[in-house]
Antibody
Framework: EVQLLESGGGLAQPGESLRLSCAAS????????MTWVRQAPGKGLEWVSS????????FYADSVKGRFTISRDSSKNTLYLQMNSLRAGDTAVYYC??????????????WGQGTLVTVSS | SNELTQPPSVSVSPGQTARITCSGH??????TYWYQQKSGQAPVLVIY???ERPSGIPERFSGSSSGTTVTLTIRGVQAEDEADYHC???????????FGGGTKVTVL
């Protein structure tokens, strides 16, 4: 069974940093692109970032480019999202998901249960 | 503009058909994917590549595409189908992906 388990969320002040992790199991992690998607309270889904299976190529939404960094460690079957210079607008539940298809921007299945990030002073 | 537009809400009686649209300028060129999100839960993929249904998704869910609009259709709606539905697709050049604003389906 494919499982994705996010961790690392919590409360941060504006300008601070957090690192999210997503532990993957049940599939060949090193062969699979991965992604992060967030959802602000009461709002829709917002794609944040994706990374190819090799980790060589990354993609970012304009809203996080230059502040967030996606990475992966295939030896640990873990996906990361380093979030720097956090803003109140980054407050959201952050989901990791496996990417299926031929591109790191194709469809996402399945999704983890999410981890809540709250940015507030 | 690089946006996906969905109606905020759709209401339907049990047993009837719900149609949820998603419009975007790049949709004739890019595939669209649909996700169901029930209250307090993570999204679940229900349609990929415009019309394909993943294993385990009921046959009453189907997708179609026409020009700049794609449609998720739920035939014979059941109470358990009450959820938010989100479309996803990429920009013209395939350099980023995006979601529509989501549609809340209410079963009357």
């Amino acid at each position: 069974e494919v499982q994705l388990l996010e961790s690392g969320g919590g409360l941060a002040q504006p300008g601070e940093s957090l690192r999210l992790s997503c532990a993957a199991s049940g599939f060949t992690f090193s062969d699979t692109a991965m992604t992060w998607v967030r959802q602000a309270p009461g709002k829709g889904l917002e794609w944040v970032s994706s990374i190819t299976a090799s980790g060589v190529t990354t993609f970012y939404a304009d809203s996080v480019k230059g502040r967030f960094t996606i990475s992966r460690d295939s030896s640990k079957n873990t996906l990361y999202l380093q979030m720097n210079s956090l803003r109140a607008g980054d407050t959201a539940v952050y989901y990791c998901a496996r990417v299926l298809g031929s591109s790191a921007l194709d469809w996402f299945d399945p999704w983890g249960q999410g981890t809540l990030v709250t940015v507030s002073s | 503009s690089n946006e996906l537009t969905q109606p905020p809400s759709v209401s339907v009686s049990p047993g009837q058909t719900a149609r949820i649209t998603c419009s975007g300028h790049a949709l004739p060129k890019q595939y669209t994917y649909w996700y169901q999100q029930k209250s307090g839960q993570a999204p679940v993929l229900v349609i990929y590549k415009d019309t394909e249904r993943p294993s385990g998704i009921p046959e009453r869910f189907s997708g179609s595409s026409s020009g700049t609009t794609v449609t998720l259709t739920i035939r014979g709606v059941q109470a358990e189908d009450e959820a938010d539905y989100h479309c996803q697709s990429a920009d013209f050049r395939g350099t980023y992906t995006m979601f529509g604003g989501g549609t809340k389906v209410t079963v009357l």
